[in-house]
């Protein structure tokens, strides 16, 4: 039986199940290495440019991975990835102590958010050659909720972990999440068309890139639109949440170190449950939304802050403000993945599956270039004028809102021109 003739193949619960275990590992890393280095040291301006620092090789190797994914078995980059990383963790561990903590953590943060840009792009390319169109949107949804649940049960691990025995448990449960997501890996069967690399590998890369972009620009203008707005979104709101969540709960709001970790897992957390509860309701909700009216979750994002900045306006108690930022949390991050949803179908139902892999690459190197900037800017921001994080909260949403408002009429004449 064709693997395509099942709404999802056997292959594709694999991809599933190797998701779970690798994203669940990756998780755990995301929220331990970048608190125990805002621990450390007790620098937001250093915490927002490390960070920040981190999303650089997202950027560069996101087209890499993609333009890659389009020519070679996409099964194959996972596997190697993800042994790629068990191997990293490995020898972090084994570095731990005789370097220099900040420049050891600076390295690996970057390897691994490098190693993330390239592999997301094979993983959402696959999803057109698993599942048939109709389950296309469900099968985001499912990848979604994946993502979520790892987020979810992550974090709190990763907190109880870290504020009890420190880094050295969470290292050695992601290197044996990632060994083991690649054995399973290995057993994924994908019928994929292999394309050769004609002449230099840079110059192969850098010309598929460039049509991808022509292509996008002349005959999908809508996406491209969508990733500007992407952009500059993650520069006003998400590196204002990377850099001020881990900041407010660990050092502004009166909470003692052992629990301001664990509070933190928990809101990381809840922001993974919305995300699961958006992956939910995306599968349903997506089918009969427009692709032009996106700008509207920037007005959701907005909406949401606006509490969060009252609370810390008013000098709330700080249990106040801890429960009011976890709650908007978990509505901007459902929201969040019912947006990533929308826009990742739109791109697998209606680009060519030649150019699905570079143009989801694109999207995450469009997107997220802004993001260092942004890490860096609040770092700093927050470093000097913390005192005054209620009303730059209200300033963000403020611009949040604003951006939406520049946006909305732009997308629906690129989708009546398309």
């Known amino acids: 039986m064709n693997q395509k003739e099942k709404v999802f193949s056997n292959s594709f619960i694999l991809v599933v199940i190797g998701q779970i275990i690798s994203l669940f590992g990756n998780s755990i890393l995301r929220f331990a290495l970048p608190l125990h280095l805002l621990t450390v040291t007790g620098s937001p301006a250093l915490y927002g440019i490390v960070t920040a620092l981190a999303f650089i090789p997202i950027i560069l190797c996101a087209p890499i991975g993609g333009v890659i994914a389009d020519r070679v078995n996409k099964r194959n980059i996972m596997v190697c990835l993800d042994f790629s990383v068990a191997g990293i963790m490995l020898v972090f561990s084994l570095l731990y102590g005789k370097v220099n903590v900040v420049i050891l953590l600076t390295v690996v943060l970057m390897l691994l958010y490098g190693i993330a840009g390239a592999y997301q792009p094979s993983v959402q390319a696959s999803i057109p050659f698993l599942v048939k169109e109709d389950g296309i949107i469900s099968a985001n949804a499912i990848i ?18 870290y504020s009890f025995a420190g880094l050295t448990p969470i290292l050695i449960l992601s290197i044996l999440c990632f060994f083991t997501s690649a054995i399973m890996e290995l057993f994924i069967k994908m019928d994929c068309v292999k394309r050769p690399f004609d002449g230099n590998v840079l110059s192969v890369i850098f010309h598929d890139m460039k049509d991808t972009v022509i292509y996008i620009k002349n005959k999908q203008p809508i996406i491209f639109r969508a990733l500007i707005m992407c952009a500059l979104a993650n520069f006003l709101f998400s590196s204002f949440l990377t850099v001020a969540l881990p900041t407010l709960i660990t050092q502004t ?9 664990r509070l933190l897992g928990y809101t ?20 009969n939304f427009k ?7 920037l007005f959701a994002f907005a909406v949401f802050l606006l509490p969060i900045g009252g609370v810390l306006l008013l000098h709330a108690p700080s249990y106040v403000c801890y429960f009011t930022i976890t709650i908007c949390c978990f509505f901007m991050m459902m929201f969040s993945n019912i947006f990533l949803i929308i826009c990742m179908s739109y ?17 995450m190197m469009i997107s997220q270039c802004a993001q ?4 860096s800017f609040y770092g700093l921001l927050l470093q000097y004028f913390i005192n005054h994080i209620g009303f730059i909260t209200i300033l963000v949403a403020c611009a949040t809102a604003a951006l939406g408002i520049l946006f909305s009429n732009g997308l629906k004449k690129d989708f009546k021109s398309r």
Request: aromatic share 8%; net charge positive; with cysteine.
């Open 372 to 375: 260092p900037l942004g890490n």
């Open 268 to 287: 990381e957390a809840a922001m993974a449950f919305g995300g699961l509860v958006g992956g939910l309701l995306g599968g349903k909700f997506c089918k």
């Open 253 to 261: 709001l009166a909470f003692p170190t052992n629990e301001a970790s």
């Open 347 to 363: 791109i697998q139902i209606y680009i060519p599956s030649d150019k699905v892999a570079k143009t989801i690459s694109l999207a």
């Open 291 to 297: 692709i032009t009216n996106i700008y509207q979750f």
């Open 144 to 161: 979604n909720i994946i993502s979520s649940l790892s987020s979810l049960i992550g974090p709190v691990i990763g907190g109880i972990c």
